[in-house]
């Protein structure tokens, strides 16, 4: 059996480890990837019509909407190597990749409704605080790594 939020959810800690959010956190978040994670019955996932009627074939591994917000989560957090995300969640490797290329658009979706979404620039991030005016401390993660500079001055600008 494998990791499922229907066994996280009374372990706060753990879930705090897996997925970097609280209980209330996640359950605000689901309710965001839920609605914008409903697939449209007459297309298939590769957006073709659909020829036969919806719930046919094999059933898939993640089931339940709060088991695949659990996976992107556990992979957007610790990013593991997907053989390690196999045996966390019990199943095949190709279809965590599989998992992984379909969940990460409707994370990235869900996390644009709830206005969530990192900024990618350092300047937007401070417009985004004087549009706010909260007062709020930014801290932005990055990591300093040398670089190979040209040695001529007039190359290195």
Known sequence: M?????????QPKKLLALTGLTRAEF????VAFTK?????????????PRQRQV???RKATLQLVEDRLLFILVYQK????QE??????DMQVSKVNDWIHRL???????????????EREAQAVAQAQTQRRT?????LDGTERRRQRPKSPKKQT
């Open 78 to 81: 610790t990013y593991p190597l």
């Open 27 to 30: 359950d605000d978040l689901l």
């Open 84 to 89: 390690i995300m196999s045996e966390l969640f």
């Open 135 to 139: 007062g709020q401390t930014v801290i």
């Open 2 to 10: 494998g990791l499922t939020y229907a066994r996280l959810k009374d």
């Open 36 to 48: 914008v994670g409903q697939p449209n019955a007459t297309l298939t996932q590769q957006v073709q």
């Open 104 to 118: 990460l658009p409707v994370l990235r979706d869900a996390l644009d409704e709830l206005q969530m979404l990192p």
């Open 55 to 57: 719930g046919g074939g």
